[in-house]
């Protein structure tokens, strides 16, 4: 396949890229967790710095239409810029749960891999942070993945980020007692189903079941004249011989797919499939895949407001339209529908005042240095309702980002098996019946 | 003996020793390898699809081609599934220098020998040779590519 022809039929030229006792093998007995609220947790960073100026308090109308109630129109001089989306149908996102709108980046730098860290490992961090290192605490997925009883596959566990640089490291940390045997299977979409990605990895030869009894034989017969004596340098987070299998088959069939020009416009939005939207996009193929019961996945488009005020807002709608065509597929995915919670919160805020960089329509664009509207969130936990408190808005100035992790291993029915002190947060109670 | 006969022997005893032919002690020129044992470094994901590479088409990835596999390295968290997916695919590239079916039946035991000092970087051991002869033979269908890839995907390639 010629790197064009792959390009354009994937579509991707244009971004630029309850519980009972077991019994283990060992014949040990388990009590089993205690009792969930829900079966899976989809977490959304909605992440890339976004103000509540624009986002609940629709300073500039309501940006994001499929979330929050309202008609309030675009404000005139950026509407002729923003890209066409479908309209929204039916009830709006916030009306199946809680909306916190006094939600709190509290303290620690309002940088992007700060806030990502917070969130992952419900610990503020400070400038000492090492960009270069695995967080220093453990992160939901190795808090789910130790204690839940009992115990996941790395299967069950996701970690979709559309982004590289520091953000692979945040599947699991470097803290004693956790680490890769209880992270996340981590997945880059945009890196992984590419041009580079398939000249890479995507012609494999393929054994049939005889070859693969061969290759088992043969490797008996190598690894038992072999005795490892070294560290392991990059252990990663290892997934089971058949589960290796089962991601094969995945990252097979995608980019199948991918050649037969199913991603060149899947949400039929035509030019205005952004980044962010492909990202949930792949996290939406896994979830049907996998069905996994934690997956945290995160939007960053939003982020171009250092530079372009207008593109902010228009990449805040197309992050919104992603989300609720998210929570629709979680709730027409069997085993997921009516199973599942969704948490959607910004890593941090943008600054107040803006900076020098203007728009094509005169806006100037806007950083996040710190100051008081760059802690400033919102939250947004849906579910079940029997589960969460629905069409509910909390105005007071309530949660923090830090409570992120204690909620879901509430919900996930875990938090009871986490070592005190380990988690400063708190479970945000006000949104669950 | 006379002084004159003992003056002579004197004289005569360095020119005997300096005309006597002096032993030169010659070693052979021997390959040295590492045994398998004191391998005790494990590949980094660089290091390790650079010499997959130069394993199976005799020269280093270009620096467009190992930009690729870092990229899908970093793409996901499970390296030893992105080796398998990376060593699969250079297997199945028309490019990669592994002997055909006939040439591995035609003499198993160069095959193996071959094969072992390309991935192991050491000789085969005889009693691997034997097995694998044996495995060879008593296996019609089993093809090269799959004792590279039993090789290449081995906990012993993984070090060096």
């Known amino acids: ?433 | 003996m006379n002084m004159r006969a003992f003056k002579l022997i004197l004289l005569l005893i360095p020119i005997i020793w300096a005309c006597e032919k002096p032993t030169i002690y010659e070693v052979d020129t021997l390959q040295v390898y590492s045994d398998g044992g004191e391998k005790i470094n494990r590949k980094t994901s660089s290091e390790f699809i650079s010499i997959a590479f130069a394993d199976l088409f005799g020269s280093a990835p270009t620096a467009a081609e190992l930009s690729n596999f870092n990229l899908v390295y970093e793409a996901f968290g499970d390296p030893e599934f992105i080796e398998d997916l990376i060593v699969r695919n250079l297997i199945n590239d028309p490019r990669s220098d592994i002997p055909s079916q006939s040439e591995m039946k035609a003499d198993p035991e160069s095959f193996v020998q071959e094969a072992y000092l390309s991935l192991y970087n050491r000789p085969a051991q005889e009693s691997e040779v034997y097995f694998l002869r044996e495995y060879i033979e008593s296996t019609p269908d089993l093809l090269p590519t799959t004792i590279y890839y039993g090789m290449m995907t081995s906990e012993e390639y993984r070090y060096y």
């Open chain 1, 1 to 433: 396949m010629e790197r064009r022809k792959f390009l354009k039929k994937a579509g991707l030229a244009s971004l630029g890229l309850a519980a009972s006792p077991y019994i283990l093998p060992s014949g040990r007995l388990f009590a089993a967790t205690g009792s969930r609220m829900v079966n899976h947790v989809v977490f959304c960073l909605f992440a890339g710095g976004v103000r509540d100026l624009e986002s609940i308090q629709k300073a500039e109308g309501n940006l994001m239409p499929h979330i929050l109630s309202g008609t309030e129109p675009i404000s005139g001089d950026i509407s002729g810029s923003m890209d066409p989306l479908p309209g929204p149908s039916g009830p709006r996102l916030q009306e199946f749960g809680t909306l916190y709108k006094g939600f709190k980046y509290s303290t620690g730098p309002t940088g992007h891999i700060n806030g990502h860290n917070a969130v992952i490992t419900g610990r503020y961090n400070d400038t000492s942070l090492n960009l270069l290192s695995r967080p220093e605490y453990p992160t939901l997925f190795e808090y789910y993945r130790k204690h839940y009883q009992p115990e996941r596959s790395a299967l069950d566990a996701w970690w979709i980020s559309n982004q590289l640089g520091p953000y692979p490291d945040l599947n699991y940390s470097n803290y004693p007692g956790y680490g890769p045997l209880y992270g996340a299977n981590f997945l880059a979409p945009l890196s992984m189903v590419s041009q580079e990605g398939y000249d890479a990895v995507g012609s494999p030869t393929n054994f049939d079941p005889d070859e693969k009894d061969q290759i088992n034989q043969l490797q008996k017969f190598f690894n038992g004249n072999f005795q490892a004596a070294g560290e392991s340098l990059f252990a990663g987070v290892p997934n089971t011989r058949e589960d290796r299998e089962a991601l094969d088959a995945f990252l097979s069939q995608t980019y199948q797919e991918a050649l037969a020009g199913v991603y060149t416009d899947p949400w039929g939005v035509g030019a205005s499939m952004n980044g962010d939207m492909y990202n949930l996009f792949f996290a939406e193929k896994v979830m049907e895949a996998f069905k996994p019961e934690l997956m945290v996945v995160n939007m960053f488009d939003v982020d171009v407001a250092h530079q372009n005020f207008t593109q902010y807002c228009n990449n805040l709608r197309k992050a919104d339209y992603a989300l609720a065509h998210l929570w629709n597929t979680i709730q027409s995915t069997p085993g997921m529908a009516n199973d599942t919670l969704l948490i959607a919160v910004p890593e941090h805020g943008r600054n107040l005042e803006a900076n020098t960089i203007q728009d094509a329509n005169g806006r100037f664009a806007l950083d996040h240095t710190g100051d008081e509207m760059s802690r400033s969130i919102f939250c947004l936990v849906a579910g079940p309702n029997n589960v969460v408190n629905q069409n509910q808005v909390i105005q007071s100035t309530t949660g923090e980002t830090i409570d992120i992790v204690p909620t879901i291993a509430k919900a996930l029915g875990f938090d009871q098996d986490i070592p005190g002190g380990m988690l400063p947060g708190r479970f945000l109670n006000e949104a669950f019946l």
